[in-house]
T-cell receptor, first 112, second 113 residues
Framework: QQQVKQSPQSLIVQKGGISIINCAYE??????FPWYQQFPGKGPALLIA?????SEKKEGRFTISFNKSAKQFSLHIMDSQPGDSATYFC???????????FGQGTILTVHP | DGGITQSPKYLFRKEGQNVTLSCEQN?????MYWYRQDPGQGLRLIYY???????QKGDIAEGYSVSREKKESFPLTVTSAQKNPTAFYLC????????????FGQGTRLTVV
């Protein structure tokens, strides 16, 4: 009930293309869904987040789409750049538990 | 500068030894977390603490121990009972409930030799 499943495991995109990473969750008690970006040898950093009462959130080139009925959410990176090459993690948070549950991660490579 | 500091960055341990990883934060966060990162497995929660002198087991607590004697500090001990300790360990902190953004340290890479 606490799982978050993320796909794909790795993704290769050309510069200027759209990167799409998908996540699915099981527990409807989750009430906050962040995405984290991690560069090699560094800790993850918050990229963008959404709450389940909103279907879409956009910040610059990054957009989260949220489908509450399907229990799925996705990250779209528009106009992907080589500097976006990193590992991306989706996560789900349940306030009553006070902890984040992470997906398996997606290694994104953007070719110039 | 406010932040979360992990030390050391690299740590080598002989089999059978206990080692302690340090995590300190000056963000005045109530909650602190320890995650383990292995390739293809994401971040798995080891232990977390929402207030001083209290902590809970995460999903993979076996072979690990923690303490939370001060708000700023949440050290993790990897004991000899942990059968496969080689991994990248990440500490994080956040405000307790309400504001849920977690801030991560730079990680400690532990290698058993």
């Amino acid at each position: 009930q606490q799982q978050v499943k993320q796909s794909p495991q790795s993704l290769i995109v050309q510069k200027g293309g759209i990167s799409i990473i998908n996540c699915a969750y099981e527990n409807t008690a989750f009430d906050y869904f962040p995405w984290y970006q991690q560069f090699p040898g560094k800790g993850p950093a918050l990229l963008i987040a959404i709450r389940p009462d909103v279907s879409e959130k956009k910040e610059g080139r990054f957009t989260i789409s949220f489908n509450k009925s399907a229990k799925q959410f996705s990250l779209h990176i528009m106009d992907s750049q080589p500097g976006d090459s990193a590992t991306y993690f989706c996560a789900a948070y349940r306030t009553s538990y006070g902890k984040l549950t992470f997906g398996q991660g997606t290694i994104l490579t953007v070719h110039p | 500068d406010g932040g979360i500091t992990q030390s050391p960055k690299y740590l080598f341990r002989k089999e059978g030894q206990n080692v302690t990883l340090s995590c300190e934060q000056n963000l005045n966060h109530d909650a602190m977390y320890w995650y383990r990162q292995d390739p293809g497995q994401g971040l798995r929660l080891i232990y977390y603490s929402q207030i001083v002198n209290d902590f809970q087991k995460g999903d993979i607590a076996e072979g690990y121990s923690v303490s939370r004697e001060k708000k700023e500090s949440f050290p993790l001990t990897v004991t000899s009972a942990q059968k496969n300790p080689t991994a990248f360990y990440l500490c994080a902190s956040s405000y307790h409930r309400g504001n849920t953004e977690a801030f991560f340290g730079q990680g400690t890479r532990l290698t058993v030799v």
